[in-house]
């Protein structure tokens, strides 16, 4: 049974195919882009993550949530807790009730998550004409394509071609599945004023928001990369050890020794 | 299992063992009191790979259910808790979620090992029956699992599977109404989902235990598929095949490792990221990929229940291949020509699996029915047909002398040295 590991290969080979045919369709594969949390040594770049958030506050955030990012997350890409309290605090949250039963605002607190733009999914419809604006939380991984594709949307805007028509509130996305897209182009050249002097192009502000996106997604990914390093080094030591263990063990029945008949 | 004899150094362990004999058994069926064939290959690796996976997900899941919520509106979120801000959350569920595939994995290598080496043979018949009541017992828990993040592909996945018994004539729709505990999945589906995917690996558990027991009657069939003749054929199942399974667990983990550390989230769907929504459903409904051969299959059939008897019979059928397949020779090293329609019936489940994946229009269609047709007709057709009319080759008269006589020089130990 040689063609042993073809059973194995080809079981992957299956899921692979399997995978990539959803991307196949109208739609163009994403850009090919480079991003600092690729590999398997990738990790975010604290400052692009914090470029992304700027990105993510002054624009996107007008119409898209992001309900599982609490300010206290913010001190794990590099801000200090003097600046994420700051930040924090530059939001109102609805507490309450107190003592008298009334809700009351105050100044968001690190354990606050960011709040939601809009108080519930059919006033963000109603403010989209129609269309949810979905929770970016998760979305680097709940679109087929990942990051590379969150990219390639965010600077795919185009012309639609002569022999196409958009309704109102549709716009032309070369990289969006069907091409027609609700939400309008996001960003614009110098859109954001970066605090470190970089450049506010298009696609510098998508590959930072991007990798904002990616982060939130995957919080804990640098953890899990170094956690399987330390992992593969381990254990490629103790595999050798089970070899040499298991080759020992056999050695003398290999040559012909039956333990079960022969005495010592 | 030959627990007689077996008398521990240890006055304790004697005392207690004399009272309940939990040692003598455990030295029977994984220690040296019991004896093994002693040319098991690495693909006998894959039955301990298995119960390890099976106490993986047991030990991952139970953690996971300290943390999960099983309501429509809390599921999404104490997944994402979970992923955030449990202590090796991520951890716990990336080895719980890859597992599945993992435990499929080696599964299906288990399952193709006894079909090329007829392990499922007299005397072995109901060790293989039970070992397909574990296969349909792990599609029924992953299958539930799956639904329990309330994804996308959660609930849509329910939705279409769980209406394919809608197909069955007068009681169909009665039984879709008790699966879903009302007449949408929602809710009332996700909580008996969560209920029985916790209940079901402990029932695994149990019948794991009956086929380690059927396994221990007649023995581990060996690549030669030869029985064991003497204890000249065998060594002790310790040191010399815990010394062996340990390599492949290591080996295995590996493996595994790359999944859940580096591509935790390939062999999932993108969509399942996205909660569930009933008002919208997903361009390609597509199941787990370890499903996909029998989707494929359910879907070759233009007729709903046709498609739904197909499928079920593709796993049925494999109770009766004992019966099925009339050759007297067990392993496919002796019989040329089945180890032909052995690899075709390997390429077949897995173009079945690529046909699965792929949307049923154009030459799919016609791919996936040819594949369909060809993975019933190996079972029905060439199964019976073969065993009577092939010409195998000849047997060794031993496991010891096959195995011993290739190294020149080594003494024979059918002859008791000393």
Not at chain 1, 13 to 25: E, I, K, S, V
Not at chain 1, 26 to 34: A, S
Not at chain 2, 207 to 221: D, E, K, M, Q, R
Not at chain 2, 385 to 406: C, D, H, W
Request: aromatic residues 14%.
């Amino acid at each position: 049974m040689k063609k042993t590991s073809s059973l194995v290969l080809g079981l992957l080979a299956a899921c692979a195919l399997a995978g990539t045919t959803f991307a196949a369709g109208g739609t163009p594969e994403p850009k090919k882009v480079d991003f600092s949390f690729d590999g398997p040594f990738g990790t975010f770049d604290r400052a692009s993550v914090q470029r992304g958030f700027q990105v993510y506050r002054e624009v996107c955030a007008s119409c898209h949530g992001a309900k599982y990012l609490a300010f206290r997350n913010l001190l794990d890409v590099g801000y200090s807790e003097d600046m994420a309290k700051a930040i924090a605090a530059e939001y109102q949250i609805t507490d309450g009730p107190d003592d008298f039963g009334d809700m009351f605002e105050r100044p968001g607190k690190l354990s606050d998550y960011q709040p939601d733009p809009f108080p519930n999914d059919n006033a963000a419809r109603a403010s989209n004409g129609g269309a949810m604006p979905p929770d970016l939380s998760v979305v680097v991984k709940a679109r087929e394509g990942g990051a590379p594709y969150i990219y390639s949307l965010l600077v795919g805007y185009d012309e639609p071609p002569v022999d196409e028509e958009l309704r109102a509130g549709q716009y032309w996305n070369t990289y969006f599945d069907g091409h027609k897209i609700a939400m309008p182009q996001p960003l614009y050249d110098d859109m954001v004023d970066y605090a470190d002097g970089t450049a506010a192009t298009v696609e510098q502000m998508s590959h930072d928001v991007t990798t904002f996106l990616a982060w939130l997604a995957e919080p804990a990914m640098e953890d899990r990369k170094k956690m399987g390093l330390g992992f593969m080094l381990f254990m490629s030591v103790f595999v050798v050890l089970l070899y040499l263990t298991n080759k020992r063990i056999w050695r003398r029945v290999k040559d012909g020794y039956s333990p079960l008949v022969d005495k010592e | 299992m030959a627990t007689g004899g077996f008398k521990p150094k240890n006055k304790a362990v004697r005392w207690f063992d004399e009272r309940l004999p939990i040692f003598s058994l455990l030295h029977g069926s994984l220690g040296a009191g019991y004896p093994a064939p002693r040319n098991l290959n690495y693909f006998w690796n894959f039955g301990s790979l298995a119960g390890l996976m099976l106490v993986v997900q047991l030990v991952t899941g139970i953690v996971l259910a300290m943390h999960y919520t099983p309501t429509a509106a809390g599921a999404f979120d104490s997944v994402e808790h979970i992923m955030r801000d449990v202590n090796y959350g991520w951890l716990i569920r990336y080895i719980h979620a890859n597992g599945a595939s993992m435990f499929f994995i080696v599964v299906f290598i288990h399952i193709f090992r006894g079909l090329y080496y007829g392990s499922y043979k007299a005397p072995r018949e109901i060790l293989w029956m039970l070992g397909v009541v574990i296969l349909l017992l792990m599609m029924a828990t992953a299958f539930m699992g799956y639904v329990l993040p309330w994804g996308q592909m959660s609930f849509w996945g329910a939705t279409v599977i769980t209406n394919l018994f809608s197909a069955i004539p007068v009681v169909g729709d009665h039984i879709v109404t008790l699966l879903w505990g009302g007449f949408s999945v929602d809710e009332p589906t996700l909580k008996r989902f969560f209920s029985l995917h916790y209940l079901l690996p402990f029932v695994i558990t149990g019948v794991v235990i009956l086929h380690i027991w059927a396994l221990h009657i007649p023995g581990s069939n060996n690549p030669l598929g030869i029985d064991v003749k003497g204890p000249q054929d065998q060594v002790p199942f310790h040191p010399y095949y815990t010394a062996k399974d340990a390599l492949g667990v290591g080996v295995f983990l590996i493996f595994f490792g790359l999944f859940v550390f580096y591509m935790p989230n390939v062999l999932g769907h993108a969509d399942n990221y996205i909660p569930a929504d009933p008002l919208v459903t997903p361009p390609h409904i597509v199941p787990e990929w370890y499903f996909l051969p029998f989707y494929a299959i359910l879907r070759a059939v233009p007729d709903k229940l046709g498609g739904v008897l197909l499928m079920f019979a593709a796993v049925g059928l494999l109770f009766a291949v004992p019966w099925l397949d009339t050759s007297k020779v067990r392993s496919a090293v002796f019989r040329p020509t089945f180890k032909l329609f052995f690899w075709l019936l390997v390429v077949d489940c897995i173009v079945l699996g690529v046909v699965g994946a792929n949307p049923p229009e154009g030459a799919w269609i016609l791919v996936g029915r040819l594949a369909t047709a060809w993975y019933f007709i190996h079972f029905l057709l060439v199964l019976p047909l073969l065993g009577k009319i092939e010409k195998t080759r000849p047997l060794p008269a031993s496991i010891s002398e096959a195995v011993i006589k290739k190294d020149t020089g080594a003494r024979p130990s059918a002859t008791p040295a000393e």
